[in-house]
């Protein structure tokens, strides 16, 4: 792998199996384009698609073949039949463990970039030694991929849910409610305090329901499901156009499948046209 200067943490599986290569440029990630099909280029060296990556990060092994993640430069342009996509446009064309491993290359990726220097005392880091990780060679401070947990939950009362459009929202979409975890909050104090900042009602049986990684730029959403305690819908302007309760046959546009959002809305959705 001559040219690579290779994270010291990293040793290049030997193999003459391709490996699954996620190559990054900006926010956007090399896909190979088969037919109607994106794949994720399965190569034995980013060489032969001439790619000379400075730095690049294993990422374990997933079906069986070793994964590895690079970042290259802006002015590369990709060979025939491949293309730069962003992760949402791809969702569609890879398998789930696919898909989330696309998203920890992007995670450890712009972690990588974010981390060149101590946040401590500005001095250049190095690669800490069998551990992602980042040493301050000058004050000690170590830096880890950072992860920002954030909640989601769906809240139902009775044979109806809470559905919610976000000012962020670009769309005229409504989804359930999701928020940041604050510093010293647990997660289900995160998830009372977002419903009632948002919509002003209390909610009771908080339980949990999953977890997706978020590329975004680095969250973990964890997902929870509760029932309506009491109060009546308050909006806060600053975070909500309009929110409401909706039943499973008359909702109003909901977000795509690529989201654990979908996920919890289609799990209501299945519970009560099961009722019915
Ligand atoms: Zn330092």
Same mark, same amino acid.
């Given at each position: 792998?001559?040219?690579?200067?290779?994270?010291?943490?990293?040793?290049? @599986?030997?193999?003459?199996?391709?490996?699954?290569?996620?190559?990054? !440029?900006?926010?956007?990630? #090399?896909?190979?384009?088969?037919?109607?099909?994106?794949?994720?280029?399965?190569?034995?060296?980013? !060489?032969?698609?001439?790619?000379?990556?400075?730095?690049?990060?294993?990422?374990?092994?997933?079906?069986?073949?070793?994964?590895?993640?690079?970042?290259? =430069?802006? /002015?590369? /342009?990709?060979?025939?039949?491949?293309? +730069?996509?962003?992760?949402? +446009?791809?969702?569609?064309?890879?398998?789930?463990?696919?898909?989330?491993?696309?998203?920890?290359?992007? @995670?450890?990726?712009?972690?990588? &970039?974010? /981390?060149? +220097?101590?946040?401590?005392?500005?001095?250049?880091?190095?690669?800490?030694?069998?551990?992602?990780? !980042?040493?301050?060679?000058?004050?000690?401070?170590?830096?880890?991929? &950072?992860?920002? =947990?954030?909640?989601?939950? #769906?809240?139902?009362?009775?044979?109806?849910?809470?559905? $919610?459009?976000?000012?962020?929202?670009?769309?005229?979409?409504?989804?359930?409610? $999701?928020?940041?975890?604050?510093?010293?909050?647990?997660?289900?104090? $995160?998830?009372?305090?977002?419903?009632?900042?948002?919509?002003?009602?209390?909610?009771?049986?908080?339980?949990?329901?999953? /977890? @997706?990684?978020?590329?975004?730029?680095?969250? #973990?959403?964890?997902? +929870?499901? $509760?029932?309506?305690?009491?109060?009546?819908?308050?909006?806060?302007?600053?975070?909500?156009?309009?929110?409401?309760?909706?039943?499973?046959?008359?909702?109003?546009?909901?977000?795509?499948?690529?989201?654990?959002?979908?996920?919890?809305?289609?799990w209501f959705i299945q519970r009560h046209r099961g009722k019915k």
């Amino acid at each position: 792998m001559d040219g690579i200067i290779v994270n010291t943490n990293v040793v290049l @599986q030997d193999t003459n199996e391709p490996s699954f290569w996620f190559i990054f !440029k900006g926010n956007k990630m #090399l896909v190979r384009e088969v037919g109607h099909e994106l794949m994720v280029p399965m190569i034995l060296n980013p !060489k032969d698609i001439n790619i000379k990556p400075t730095r690049f990060h294993n990422l374990g092994v997933l079906h069986g073949r070793p994964c590895y993640a690079v970042d290259i =430069p802006e /002015s590369f /342009s990709p060979p025939p039949d491949f293309s +730069f996509q962003g992760l949402w +446009f791809i969702y569609d064309y890879l398998d789930d463990e696919l898909f989330n491993m696309a998203i920890k290359a992007k @995670q450890i990726i712009i972690w990588d &970039r974010t /981390s060149i +220097f101590c946040s401590r005392c500005g001095a250049k880091t190095k690669d800490k030694e069998k551990e992602r990780a !980042k040493e301050c060679p000058d004050c000690g401070f170590v830096m880890f991929p &950072r992860i920002s =947990p954030a909640i989601i939950v #769906l809240v139902e009362k009775e044979d109806k849910v809470l559905l $919610a459009r976000a000012v962020r929202f670009k769309e005229n979409i409504y989804s359930v409610l $999701a928020g940041f975890v604050e510093p010293g909050e647990t997660l289900e104090e $995160a998830v009372e305090r977002e419903v009632e900042e948002e919509v002003g009602i209390k909610i009771k049986d908080i339980r949990y329901f999953g /977890s @997706q990684p978020w590329p975004f730029p680095d969250s #973990l959403m964890i997902a +929870f499901i $509760a029932k309506y305690k009491s109060g009546r819908i308050r909006i806060n302007r600053n975070e909500i156009v309009d929110a409401g309760w909706f039943s499973y046959d008359n909702l109003p546009d909901i977000p795509s499948n690529i989201s654990i959002a979908r996920r919890m809305i289609d799990w209501f959705i299945q519970r009560h046209r099961g009722k019915k």
